[in-house]
């Protein structure tokens, strides 16, 4: 019982950081139908970015400081890979996309002399917590609320707010939001900014519960979020949220299965194939609309 | 008549080689409704995006209230007072009815309640669809809801593009005898139409566009009169 109860609060934890990471995804292709593949690079990026910031300066002014660099990171490439290719085919603009995503895994590499580096311990969240018998950190505890926290602040903020407003109406039609006065470039950095932090926070918690840190360490949970956006619907933050939520269950029930089964080696692949079958019956995800491209 | 809101001189559009304004000019003062008549492709719709900042022109001016905003970006357009109704309504469908008619306010935020039951006055219909999605009205009702964002705008000149377009004539008398009101509340009207004979009734002035130039010009009667025009654009109409 404990077994269980700790495999379903890792899964938890887990699927909420994919969340975090999803919602960048499911953000950049509501208004811009871009796949922004240099995403879960800028989750690996902000988490090497806590290892050196944390060396050298306070945790309570170090963290925020990761958050505000992502930000700053993901308003860049957005303004230097995307924005000059606005009006170009969206195919040109995923391969900016993911020319950014070699770049900061070269980068990173760079920098690191491509050795894993560990991330850093923080206090409070990597304390250990008694839960129902089970030993966990409290970053596992810590994770969904506070997820579920940041996801109703941003509903509210989409729902309720002249911003928010703004993002739906650029979601739809660029140009008739420009007609009505609306910043439609200032739009888009607004949502590479709120998936920006979001990845930052994303980061902290993950490289919490996974403290290795290599420069692909972004790629497996980027993709992972990813899958979690299409597979929730893309576009759709409730989706995304809920698939990264199940994705992340699997996961660890499929990695805890007793080990004589030896099927956690294939943990991935069936999360793929649960996906696979999932599209086969609802092409849209979850909570997808009926496929419109954009005129 | 008033004094000169809109002023366009010779302006030229072309997109990717080829031309579609050449050379426009034309005028639109204070109080007045003036519409821009002509076939499919003839250049209207391209010299209205180009008034509202969404082309930039290849040359020539265009000048609103003595101010020269050619190729200026939208939202300065919008920010003096320039506002359209674009060509197939394009209402943002998620959004509320409300919604649509805020965001046609986006760069104001005052006395925004006394707009809203102001246009709510010229169409009870959204005021009882307030809090519908804009993408589950009808299409007269779109029109409506396009025609209520721009007035959200307050508009100094309210450029409107077909209005008219794919609704049963029941509706375009409707959506004409608002423009009438629009205009008699004091609103500049710059229309363009493929309903000639609708337009010309509620013109004070009207340009026949053909190919990318000014081919005509007159006060409304005498273009519904003129022979030419009665020929290639009122068709049988009486």
Redesign the interface.
Known sequence: MEYVISVLLSGISVGGQYALIAIGYTLVYGILRLINFAHGDVFMVAGLMGIYLTSALPITVSLPLVILLTVLLGFTIERAAYKPLRNAPRMSVMISAIGVSYLLQNTATYVTGGQPMTYPTIPFLSDTVNVAGTQTKWVVIITPFLVLALVLGLTQLIHHT?VG??M??V???F??S??????VNSVISVTFIIGSALAAVGSILFFTNYPAITPMAGAMPGLKAFVAAVFGGIGSIPGAVLGAFIIGICETIIKGLPSAWDVSVFSDAFTFALLIIILVFKPQGLFGEAATDKV | MGEEVLQISDLQVSYGGIEAVRGISLTVRAGEIVTLIGANGAGKSSTLRTVSGLVKPKGGKVVFEGEDITGKDSTYIVSKGLMMVPEGRRIFPNLTVLENLKIGAYLRKDELEKDIEMVYGYFPRLKERSWQEGGTLSGGEQQMLAVGRALMGRPKLLMMDEPSLGLAPIVVQGIFEIIRQIHEAGTTVLLIEQNANMALHVADRAYVIENGKISMEGTGRELLEDEKVRAAYLGSVE
Do not use: N, P, V
């Open positions: 002249k407003m703004a739906r109406a979601s739809k039609d140009e008739t420009r007609l009505m006065g609306i910043q």
